[in-house]
């Protein structure tokens, strides 16, 4: 009897051990923020920051590894199947929850391959010009694209992201015609969009915003129902006369399926001390974003919710991609 009673007791502290050691992420090997855009967007910009902070309070390096295409599920799917061991996570963002919808087949499934860990951030989009359109505000914008129906380009960070969604729910608000342009992501975007290569985007706020200050783009409208702190000045899409538009991004990490409850808690942990931080939130308003922080549980709610109004968007706007 004695010795059964301590093999369980044994049997316990092992449990116990290896429980406190799966949440310590292991320092054998880097943490590496997966971003599924190149590097130069607002999901890389938010993944730097954040990697910079987190590997000061863990004690580890947090690496961040672009890996684009796809309307960013190659990233998605990189991690989905990925060791559950907390070193390789996803920076996901909205897109993935209209991905969810716009793809005819996914190789991964969003809600059930990856666990929320928690959300960074929120971003405006804004609808911005090359100086070459004459349009200064939205009812010029729109008589002009009324004029020339199908031949102003706008372009997007790829087929089935949040810009790519919003340029269609543009269209049919607005009556007017676009000719889409998809993109791997914000930096080559913006390269065509500066260059004059494409006429507009919806990108959001944080990769146009030096460009705008600087006078080389011109911002119309935000896409979301309030005005972003960053651009002030400018009215949402709803105030311009598009009642009810309200479309934004929002930004956050992700773990693979079946990484342990008590290592997504103490990766949570860590991260909401980031993201709320004074020297985080400083970051933040530099770049137009509005820091988050939420539990996972709090972060699975809106993926789901998010999921179910971009599906009835999709379904009305018949977006599909093979």
Same mark, same amino acid.
Do not use: C
């Given at each position: 009897?004695?010795?059964?009673?301590?093999?369980?007791?044994?049997?316990?502290?092992?449990?116990?051990? &290896?429980?406190?050691?799966?949440?310590? +992420?292991?320092?054998?090997? *880097?943490?590496?923020?997966?971003? +599924?855009?190149?590097?130069? @967007?607002?999901?890389?910009?938010?993944?730097? =920051? $954040?990697?910079?902070?987190?590997?000061?309070?863990?004690? %580890? =390096?947090?690496?961040?590894?672009?890996?684009?295409?796809?309307?960013?599920?190659?990233?998605?799917?990189?991690? &989905?199947?990925?060791? *559950?061991?907390?070193?390789?996570?996803?920076?996901?963002?909205?897109?993935?929850?209209?991905?969810? !919808?716009?793809?005819?087949?996914? +190789?991964?499934?969003?809600?059930?391959?990856?666990?929320?860990? =928690?959300?960074?951030?929120?971003?405006?989009?804004?609808?911005?010009?090359?100086?070459?359109?004459?349009?200064?505000?939205?009812?010029? $914008?729109?008589?002009? $694209?009324?004029?020339?129906? @199908?031949?102003?380009?706008?372009?997007?960070?790829?087929?089935?992201?949040?810009?790519?969604?919003?340029?269609?729910?543009?269209?049919?608000?607005?009556?007017?015609?676009?000719?889409?342009? *998809?993109?791997?992501? !914000?930096?080559?975007?913006?390269?065509?969009?500066?260059?004059?290569?494409?006429?507009?985007?919806?990108?959001?706020? =944080?990769?146009?915003? #030096?460009?705008?200050?600087?006078?080389?783009?011109?911002? $119309?409208?935000?896409?979301? &129902?309030?005005?972003?702190?960053?651009?002030?000045?400018?009215?949402?899409?709803?105030?311009?006369?598009?009642?009810?538009?309200?479309?934004?991004?929002?930004?956050?990490?992700?773990? +693979?399926?079946?990484?342990?409850?008590?290592?997504?808690?103490?990766?949570?942990?860590?991260?909401?001390?980031?993201? %709320?931080?004074?020297?985080?939130?400083?970051?933040?308003?530099?770049?137009?974003?509005?820091?988050?922080?939420?539990? #996972?549980?709090?972060?699975? %709610?809106?993926?789901?919710?998010?999921?179910?109004?971009?599906?009835?968007?999709?379904?009305? &706007?018949?977006?599909?991609?093979?």
């Amino acid at each position: 009897m004695m010795a059964l009673r301590r093999q369980l007791a044994l049997a316990g502290a092992a449990m116990a051990f &290896a429980a406190a050691s799966m949440a310590q +992420p292991a320092s054998d090997r *880097p943490i590496t923020l997966i971003v +599924p855009f190149p590097a130069g @967007g607002t999901t890389d910009v938010l993944a730097r =920051t $954040l990697a910079d902070k987190l590997s000061q309070a863990l004690g %580890q =390096t947090v690496i961040v590894e672009s890996k684009p295409g796809a309307g960013a599920t190659l990233g998605a799917d990189f991690v &989905a199947k990925s060791r *559950p061991d907390g070193r390789t996570l996803l920076v996901g963002a909205v897109h993935h929850t209209i991905a969810s !919808s716009v793809y005819k087949k996914l +190789p991964y499934d969003f809600q059930k391959d990856l666990l929320p860990v =928690t959300t960074i951030a929120l971003v405006p989009n804004v609808l911005v010009v090359n100086p070459s359109v004459p349009a200064k505000n939205l009812a010029e $914008l729109v008589a002009l $694209l009324k004029a020339k129906p @199908g031949q102003t380009t706008y372009g997007s960070n790829g087929n089935g992201t949040a810009q790519h969604l919003i340029g269609t729910q543009f269209q049919i608000a607005t009556g007017t015609e676009l000719l889409h342009v *998809p993109y791997k992501g !914000s930096g080559p975007l913006a390269t065509d969009l500066l260059g004059g290569q494409i006429a507009m985007s919806f990108d959001t706020v =944080t990769p146009v915003l #030096p460009h705008i200050k600087a006078g080389k783009l011109r911002p $119309l409208a935000v896409t979301t &129902a309030r005005r972003s702190s960053a651009l002030p000045e400018v009215p949402t899409l709803d105030e311009a006369g598009l009642k009810g538009f309200n479309i934004g991004t929002w930004f956050g990490v992700l773990a +693979p399926a079946g990484t342990p409850k008590e290592l997504v808690a103490r990766l949570n942990s860590e991260m909401v001390k980031v993201i %709320q931080s004074p020297e985080f939130r400083k970051r933040m308003e530099e770049i137009g974003a509005e820091p988050v922080g939420n539990t #996972p549980d709090q972060m699975a %709610q809106q993926i789901r919710d998010e999921t179910d109004k971009f599906a009835k968007l999709v379904k009305e &706007a018949k977006v599909t991609i093979d």
